[in-house]
Nanobody, 128 residues
Framework: QVQLVESGGGSVQAGGSLRLSCLVSGDLRSRKFMAWFRQAPGKEREGIAI????????KYAESVKGRFTISQDDAETTIYLQMNNLKPEDTAMYYCAADTNGGSWSGNWWTGNLFDIWGQGTQVTVSS
């Protein structure tokens, strides 16, 4: 089993930066993909970045492309989300998620259906 713990959220002014971390424990080798999602009050959950653990390939939602970067450390125990040029519309609860079922990202991964393990989330608030 895999466990995920997010950290790094906080409050920042528009144009600022934050780096979120997702610490992974348990059966690290069971993961194929990991991703970051966010959900703002009254809005649907949105997949914003995904990484293939072994290939280190990445995809991004259009809403964050060029501003956010997903990465992992060499030990593959932590997934990061570097967020630059933050905007008020980036305000949301941010979650990391893991796929331990060996799925495919050729489908609509951004809906979250690919992922079976979720963290508790970390709040990001961007003020104008």
């Amino acid at each position: 089993q895999v466990q995920l713990v997010e950290s790094g959220g906080g409050s920042v002014q528009a144009g600022g930066s934050l780096r979120l971390s997702c610490l992974v424990s348990g059966d690290l080798r069971s993961r194929k993909f990991m991703a970051w999602f966010r959900q703002a009050p009254g809005k649907e959950r949105e997949g914003i970045a995904i990484i293939h653990i072994t290939l280190n390939a990445k995809k991004y939602a259009e809403s964050v492309k060029g501003r956010f970067t997903i990465s992992q450390d060499d030990a593959e125990t932590t997934i990061y989300l570097q967020m630059n040029n933050l905007k008020p519309e980036d305000t949301a609860m941010y979650y990391c998620a893991a796929d331990t079922n060996g799925g495919s990202w050729s489908g609509n991964w951004w809906t979250g259906n690919l992922f079976d393990i979720w963290g508790q989330g970390t709040q990001v608030t961007v003020s104008s």
